[in-house]
């Protein structure tokens, strides 16, 4: 056990880092805009990434497909597969990510129109879309090369390609922003350049790997039938990541209407629930790869192993993490905006964002064993209770402001992590 306990942590820890580095990147975005002279820039990229947020997350079922299915194949030795699987994937990211480019301007017009806000930061939010929107082909093309590294356990080419686009995108952003005085403008063209970057880094690494390997391309790219089990899978995970952005679209957009501060307070707070989220799925990440192998050599005393030493390392960070925010909460607050309205809205609701993370924490790493399990109508499922969960609370608590906001998330957090528990305890002890 403690052989695997140090198997998992040597897989997890760059995954942790280079996670991190994502949501890192977003508070760098926060900063950079909540120093500017209006709460209406961090407003209009809150509103403007909470839609492209919508767009692009909600195909990363790119990812998490990719890795299942690869493991899968990585444990029966199947490597013929492990390409298939990851030209297959590259495909169907490139032909969704034209899909979005071709639909791009009542694409981003409705969003914006459907989450609200005023108008001078709809205007804003405007501008920054519609040069973000044209990272599509990049990022999602990103998602298949990061599952497919992640499924071989290969978390140091996830490391490099995340941690040097998201470092890249900090600093064009400092230069962009409070350099050239560009605004929304400059934060969005610098996740675009960024982005493409990291896509040239992992298409470099991927050609190392295949070249390693010594394994042909090309081979059932065309045909229907070979991507059949990849579309089953990517299906329900289809659902239950636009069912979660929903939440979070109408987390933004009630946000909204409470005005620019309170829309400004519930960014900082959500980039906190983010970067904890992140960190813990380095965890979930590492049960991805190690489950899916168990299942693909059919080793269900290992899967059992991998699920507990995980939990525990979960476990944790979890309580590393609110101990943090409970301490340091207010300092950390005071380097992500120097607005006093802001700040003090955000101070307010701070112990919501804690309790968001113990109810989450479960749900992310269970997320993870189903991947590898590649059980995704069980993800699914979770994720729909909780939004009905979220809807009933948001409308019983619809007095209480920001509070009843934030009392709505913590129920959607709490059902998706109960769900998921329920199945996988029945599930492991039924046989």
Not at 16 to 40: C, E, F, K, Q, R
Not at 290 to 308: D, E, M, N, T
Not at 334 to 348: F, I
Request: with cysteine.
């Amino acid at each position: 056990m403690l052989k695997l306990a140090y198997q998992i942590y040597l897989l997890a820890a760059p995954i942790v880092l280079s996670n991190i580095s994502v949501p890192l990147l977003g508070l760098v975005d926060t900063a950079v805009m909540g120093h500017l002279a209006s709460a209406d820039y961090l407003a209009a990229v809150t509103l403007g990434a909470s839609v492209l947020s919508f767009v692009f997350w909600g195909f990363s079922f790119l990812r998490m497909g990719i890795t299942g299915v690869t493991a899968q194949a990585v444990g029966q030795r199947n490597f013929a597969q492990v390409v298939q699987t990851l030209q297959q994937g590259v495909l169907l990211a490139a032909v969704i990510a034209l899909l979005l480019l071709a639909a791009q301007i009542p694409l981003l017009k409705i969003g914006l129109k459907l989450i609200g806000g005023e108008p001078a930061v709809q205007q804003l939010a405007l501008d920054y879309a519609q040069v973000r929107i044209w990272s599509a082909p990049a990022v999602l093309i990103n998602y298949v090369l990061l599952g497919w590294f992640l499924a071989q356990q290969n978390s140091r080419f996830t490391l490099l390609m995340l941690v040097l686009g998201n470092s890249l995108n900090m600093l064009l952003d400092l230069w962009f922003v409070l350099g050239l005085g560009w605004q929304v403008k400059g934060v969005a063209l610098a996740s675009v350049i960024a982005d493409y970057c990291t896509l040239t880094l992992g298409l470099w690494l991927t050609q190392k790997q295949l070249v390693r390997w010594g394994l042909p391309l090309g081979r059932n790219l065309i045909r229907w039938s070979s991507y059949k089990r990849l579309m089953q899978v990517n299906q329900q995970l289809l659902v239950r990541t636009w069912a979660l952005l929903l939440v979070m679209a109408i987390f933004t957009a009630q946000g909204a209407k409470f005005g620019a501060d309170s829309l400004a307070a519930n960014a900082i707070l959500m980039q906190l629930v983010l970067f904890a989220s992140f960190a813990l799925d380095g965890f979930a990440h590492a049960a991805e790869a190690l489950v899916g192998q168990s299942v693909g050599a059919k080793s269900r005393a290992h899967l059992k192993q991998v699920v507990i030493v995980s939990a525990l390392w979960s476990l944790l960070l979890t309580v590393l993490l609110v101990l943090v925010y409970g301490f340091f909460g207010s300092a950390i607050l005071g380097l992500l905006t120097s607005l006093a309205s802001v700040t003090d809205l955000a101070l307010q609701h701070l112990p919501w964002v804690c309790i968001a993370i113990l109810f989450a924490a479960v749900s992310y790493l269970l997320d993870g064993v189903y991947v590898g399990l590649t059980r995704t109508d069980v993800m699914r499922n979770s994720v729909l209770l909780g939004l009905l969960t979220y809807l009933v609370i948001d409308q019983l608590n619809d007095s209480f402001g920001l509070s009843g906001l934030w009392l709505a998330f913590c129920g959607f957090m709490a059902v998706r992590s109960l769900v998921l528990l329920g199945h996988f305890m029945y599930w492991i002890t039924k046989d």
